[in-house]
């Protein structure tokens, strides 16, 4: 299980670049004037020889300098004592996110999806108009995101739905391995509870089956009932949590 998590956790950095990132010592700095805590956090991914006494304070005082608190990822990878020393240093948890996959011939794909649109590289009017869904307004985000988009280095499946001209819902596939890694399901809020979630995922796992995907992956707050609802309704199962220990101001 812990290859599996690994393979997951080394993905999902390749699906989502920062704006700014930093090497030290088995850990990368990840920072995107705090757009989303995955994408402006530390997280471990080597073997690390410096003593965390050490590390966490150099973290610190990275973030410090670039305005935003320190935030370190806990996946099932990280020692339980890291997490501990954490605690003790009056960081909080936020935003626990459960991992779930599918393999993809045991899919239940029976939603129509004749109205979703794909292309393979991801517009400029598409990251719009999902700021819009998310009622995004930060001038900031909306200048340096699109570069995180566009500098997505895997293959990727961007798909929408459209009515009178203007996207309403969307979703993010992004090719990796034998995996396809579902992302951005959004849907405008008065189109909610028409089924387009459900045809956006089903339409972004059969196209990427046809392109050698064999499994799915995807990440979801922990709490949210009705994505986790549709979720497992396609087939996806739990295979792991992670959570983000934020530093206090």
């Not at 990840?30 to 997280?43: G, I």
């Not at 794909?109 to 719009?128: C, R």
């Not at 890694?181 to 995922?201: D, N, P, S, T």
Request: overall charge neutral.
């Amino acid at each position: 299980m812990e290859a599996s998590i690994k393979k997951i956790e080394d993905m999902s950095l390749n699906a989502w670049p920062s704006h700014k990132m930093e090497l030290y010592d088995g850990w990368i700095l990840r920072f995107s004037y705090f757009y989303t805590h995955r994408t402006n956090s530390v997280e471990q991914f080597g073997t690390s020889s410096l003593p965390w006494r050490e590390k966490i304070p150099y973290c610190e005082n990275v973030y410090k300098r670039l305005g935003t608190p320190a935030i370190f990822k806990i996946s099932p990878l990280v020692s339980p004592d890291f997490d501990y020393t954490l605690e003790n240093r009056g960081y909080e948890i936020q935003h626990t996110t459960d991992v779930m996959t599918l393999c993809l011939r045991d899919a239940r794909l029976t939603a129509a999806f004749d109205d979703v649109q794909f292309t393979e590289a991801i517009p400029d009017s598409w990251i719009f108009s999902l700021f819009d869904l998310k009622k995004m307004t930060n001038p900031v985000h909306r200048e340096v995101v699109p570069s995180m988009y566009h500098a997505i280095p895997k293959e990727t499946l961007c798909a929408s739905v459209q009515k009178n001209g203007k996207i309403i819902a969307t979703g993010l596939g992004i090719l990796d391995r034998d995996f396809i890694g579902i992302y951005a399901i959004h849907v405008k809020e008065e189109f909610r509870g028409q089924g387009l979630a459900r045809q956006i995922c089903t339409g972004l796992l059969k196209e990427g089956k046809k392109r050698g995907a064999e499994n799915a992956y995807l990440q979801v707050v922990h709490g949210n009932a009705p994505a986790r609802s549709l979720y497992t309704s396609l087939g996806f199962h739990d295979l792991y949590t992670y959570w983000f220990r934020v530093q206090p101001v």
